[in-house]
């Protein structure tokens, strides 16, 4: 017996209504992307490993998907290269490409190897899929996309502000109420300075941003398993654990952080941004958090962060401000700062509250029953006019039983199905029926394009 075809754990297969659902997603992003000035690029699903490798700290180097080489990739390998069972040595031998994680370090490639052509600052967005030998669970796939937008060549604070208000703009175009978290990087190295383990910073930010995930007490069992002394994380507990409004926080943090010139840096950053937003609010909720750290090493200012009020699911959308990436490029001294939507999650909390407007899903709007080829020649003049009007238009292929065809068209949930026969050819008029309601009226073309088009029909 054939086995049952299956796919990878953690990638989906998408229906046409699923796929019209994450292109309504898509869309609408991109159509934002546009309103705020950004052009988009592509590029290649496979990079070179030396290309990923290192910039997203020791938990995502274990996370990239490593292509094996074409060939005989074991042609190069002694026996002795097998029997130490190095997976490590092992990939390193045998892979030399492999599936982006992110869309943000190639595209930090991409700018340095087309650096002559562009001009700067460069504000670009994507929107492709990445990969990540994750484990699989609610919220959390191996294979989704990714909606990127990054301004790099320009150190200005603007930058955030703007990017803080095209997040708003995408989730008040979705109808989805958010959280927006914002924290700074300077801040949390100034905090690793004020508790004494400045060198631990990378240490310090990936416990503390699991703090949602895993609680309070497992994020201080890590600190300690990384080495971080009990007096320490004592001294780190009032600062993560901060109250407040977000000015009270910031003045509280510049008493806190005083001697530290990075922590005060960051504060003032912060303070820029939320003094820009005061003359013209978000619509969605700002926090500043100090417990978002965002895991990805490459972050140096400015991080930021959105939640869903009313699912539970991880963050749906991140980003902050790099100053160092393209320096691992040989191009250094370029800053830049990108937010990236996770498109499969927002699908999951559209779904989850049902939040798609009825015309989203670009079904067919109008159908023609197919009685024979006499009336098909008539309805495929009616077809041709209808969809130069720009109306969605089908002919069924056969002169099949009528249930049938009207079967079809409620599995497709057609609204509206076109009857051509005789009587409607002489008359030169259609017989429009509505599938909601059952009502039948015979119509001009053009009062079916003006009807369809209002969508009064």
């Keep these: 017996m054939t086995a049952k075809p299956s796919i990878p ?31 988009q690029i592509e590029t290649p699903a496979m990079e070179n490993l030396s290309t990923l490798m290192g910039k997203y700290g020791e938990e995502g180097d274990k996370l990239l998907f490593k292509v094996l080489n074409s060939g005989d990739f074991l042609a190069d390998l002694s026996d002795a290269d097998l029997t130490m069972r190095n997976t490590t040595h092992l990939a390193a031998r045998l892979c030399e490409k ?20 562009l001009s700067f600052p460069f504000k670009r967005y994507q929107i492709q899929p990445v990969w990540r030998a994750d484990r699989p669970q609610k919220g959390r796939y191996r294979e989704f996309y990714q909606c990127d937008a990054d301004v790099v060549g ?40 004020m508790i004494g383990t400045p060198e631990k910073i990378v240490d310090i930010t990936v416990a503390i941003d699991k703090l949602d995930k895993i609680g309070l007490d497992k994020v201080n069992a890590e600190l300690r398993e990384k080495g971080l002394a009990e007096d320490a994380i004592a001294r ?40 820009k937003l005061d003359r013209s609010p978000l619509r969605a909720a700002l926090e500043i958090d100090l417990t978002l750290a965002r895991g990805l090493n490459y972050y140096t200012g400015a991080i930021v962060e959105v939640k869903a009020l009313d699912v539970a699911i991880g963050s749906i959308t991140g980003g902050g401000r790099y100053d160092n990436l393209t320096g691992v490029f040989g191009m250094p001294d370029v800053s830049g700062v990108g937010i990236s939507f996770g498109a499969d999650r927002i699908y999951d909390v559209l779904n989850q509250l049902d939040l ?62 076109a009857l051509v026969g005789e009587d409607e050819i002489a008359s030169g008029k259609i017989t429009v029926k509505n599938m909601a309601t059952g009502e039948q009226r015979q119509l001009l073309p053009d009062e079916i394009i003006s009807l369809l088009k209002e969508g009064k029909a």
């Design 9 to 39: 754990k953690g990638t989906r297969d998408f229906s046409p209504e699923e796929m019209a659902k994450r292109n309504y997603i898509f869309n609408t992003i991109r159509d934002v992307f546009h309103l705020f000035g950004f052009r």
């Design 98 to 117: 492999g599936l982006r994680y992110d869309l943000t370090v190639p595209f930090a490639r991409f700018v340095v190897m087309h650096r002559g052509e």
């Design 154 to 193: 320009s150190d200005s604070l603007l930058n955030e502000v703007e990017l803080l208000r095209l997040i708003d703009e995408v989730f008040a175009r979705f109808g989805i109420r958010v959280a927006v978290k914002l924290n700074n990087r300077k801040i949390l190295s100034g905090i690793a300075e």
């Design 236 to 275: 780190l507990q009032p600062i993560i654990l901060l109250e407040g409004d977000n000015r009270s926080k910031l003045a509280t943090l510049r008493t806190e952080l005083a001697a530290s010139e990075i922590g005060r840096k960051g504060i003032e950053e912060l303070e820029y941004i939320l003094g």
């Design 356 to 417: 798609y407007p009825s015309d989203s899903l670009q079904t067919t709007q109008l159908l023609f029953v197919n009685f024979g080829e006499r009336e098909v020649e008539a309805c495929m003049e009616y077809a041709a006019r209808l969809r130069a009007e720009g109306i969605r238009t089908e002919i069924y292929p056969e002169a099949a039983k009528m249930k049938k065809q009207m079967g079809y068209a409620d599995d497709k949930k057609i609204p509206f199905v």
